[in-house]
Nanobody, 120 residues
Framework: EVQLVESGGGLVQPGGSLRLSCAAS????????MSWVRQAPGKGLEWVSS????????SYADSVKGRFTISRDNAKNTVYLQMNTLKPEDTAVYYC?????????????WGRGTQVTVSS
């Protein structure tokens, strides 16, 4: 059974930090680029960041560039999102997703999400 399980979300004050993790199982993790996608309340899905199969190349949405860092550990089948200098507009459910082509056109697997709330 394929699983992507996110963790690490929570309530944090503006300017704070969180580190999200996404543990993968049931598929060959390093055959996939991995992405983080978020959905703010009442809004559509927003791509946040992606990392390639070996972790050598990453990309970020302009809204998070310089504040968020994506990484992966293929030995642990886990992808991470370090989020610093958080803003209220970062409040969203954060999902990890597996991308077979590293182009964002199709995600084969999705997690169930973890809630991040940035509020004072």
């Amino acid at each position: 059974e394929v699983q992507l399980v996110e963790s690490g979300g929570g309530l944090v004050q503006p300017g704070g930090s969180l580190r999200l993790s996404c543990a993968a199982s049931g598929f060959t993790f390093d055959d996939y680029a991995m992405s983080w996608v978020r959905q703010a309340p009442g809004k559509g899905l927003e791509w946040v960041s992606s990392i390639d199969w070996k972790g050598g190349d990453s990309s970020y949405a302009d809204s998070v560039k310089g504040r968020f860092t994506i990484s992966r550990d293929n030995a642990k089948n886990t992808v991470y999102l370090q989020m610093n200098t958080l803003k209220p507009e970062d409040t969203a459910v954060y999902y990890c997703a597996a991308d077979p082509s590293n182009d964002g056109l199709r995600y084969d697997y999705w997690g169930r999400g973890t809630q991040v709330t940035v509020s004072s």
